[in-house]
């Protein structure tokens, strides 16, 4: 009877325990982004799905060393990243793991995500993009001296251009692109002759570049376009200013187009929630998910068919559409190392 009775028990213990582990519907996010409008999107979520995000945030490169120190350890079921090149390195150091999504490869774009692996698997995809473009002094610079990346680096720009590090991931990605386009004799050329042109040693960030150009320091700056869109949304006088005295150019609408960074997201190597990971992404792409993810940083969505309402955004193209690059993001990626050699041989750090 004493046998019968702690058999009862140890049977109900283990319908308790495995009621428990289907009620845990959770997935555990890492994640670069840190807007405020990202809350209503996993509010969202989990009101569509009953699953719960728990989210652990950092910046891109303190995520990757973190999946590294946690190994097959990490509770990582979603990485969101900003940049592509962090991406890349995140599926290069094996820390993605590819998955089979017909809906992902339905709504985003062949060149906005991973180069497929044998079996068809994505390790990785763009949900948002942001434009990399030139922004110059409506008092001293015509758009036409700006209209291409090649012309940074033209003798008539010397002492102009204001930029962030050169090994900035977000200059990084750029200067990846562009070498992709030109080959890499043209591009290292073309990076030393945009160190000839500083008009001061690279420092701070992309707002501090327009605002510089704004204060007549330079006449020209590279920035991501969601940091414009920023100023231009700003109940601040003083940003609004600043937007006033500078102009945008979206380069090389003559030949390859703009060149365009993402945001994407990729399920951990080793999600103890993968099949909640995979509907997360999913979700991302969905066009609600896609107006709150892209529109809640001044970005673009990437998913099919889906366009987001941005007043800032029109304003910088007068709401028309630009031309943007085609080339696989994942090339982009594929040149940092030799993109970080060519910037050590030419002194542009």
């Known amino acids: 009877m004493q046998h019968a009775l702690k058999a009862l028990v140890s ?42 995000v728990n989210r652990v945030d950092s910046d891109d490169a303190g995520i990757i060393a973190r999946l590294k120190a946690e190994g097959a350890a990490s509770p990582a079921d979603v990485i969101l990243m900003v940049d592509a090149a962090r991406l890349y390195r995140g599926e290069k150091d094996g820390l993605f793991q590819p998955i089979h999504s017909a809906a992902l490869n339905n709504a985003i774009p062949a060149n906005l995500r991973s180069k497929p692996e044998a079996d068809g698997g994505i390790s990785w995809f763009g949900f948002s993009t942001r434009a990399r473009v030139v922004v110059y002094n409506k008092a001293k610079v015509q758009p036409a001296d700006v209209a291409t990346y090649e012309a940074l680096s033209d003798p008539k720009n010397k002492g102009k251009i204001c930029i962030r590090s050169g090994s900035h991931p977000y200059n990084l990605s750029m200067f990846g692109a562009v070498t992709e386009h030109m080959g890499e004799a043209k591009a290292e050329a073309w990076l030393k002759g945009i160190k000839d042109n500083l008009a001061r040693a690279p420092k701070g960030g992309d707002t501090d570049q327009i605002k510089a150009v704004a ?123 030799k993109v970080q050699q060519m910037l050590d041989r030419v002194g542009f750090q």
């Open 11 to 52: 049977a109900c213990a283990l319908v308790v325990a495995g009621h428990a582990l289907a009620q845990e519907q959770v997935v555990n996010l890492y994640s670069a982004r840190h807007y405020n409008t990202d809350e209503e999107l996993y509010t969202g979520f989990t009101k569509a799905t009953g699953i719960k």
């Open 215 to 337: 204060a007549g320091e330079c006449d020209i700056a590279v920035t991501n376009s969601y940091y414009l869109a920023r100023l231009m949304r700003s109940a601040n006088p003083a940003d609004v200013q600043v937007t006033e005295k500078v102009g945008v150019v979206f380069p090389n609408q003559d030949s390859y187009g703009t060149h365009m960074n993402i945001a994407g997201g990729a399920v951990a190597k080793h999600a103890k929630h993968k099949d909640n990971a995979v509907k997360f992404l999913e979700y991302l792409a969905s066009p609600a998910a896609q107006n709150y993810f892209a529109n809640g940083n001044n970005e673009w969505p990437t998913a099919k068919g889906v366009a987001v309402d941005n007043p800032a955004l029109k304003a910088m193209t007068q709401g028309k559409p630009f031309k943007s690059e085609t080339i696989p993001i994942s090339a982009v990626g594929a040149n940092m190392v």
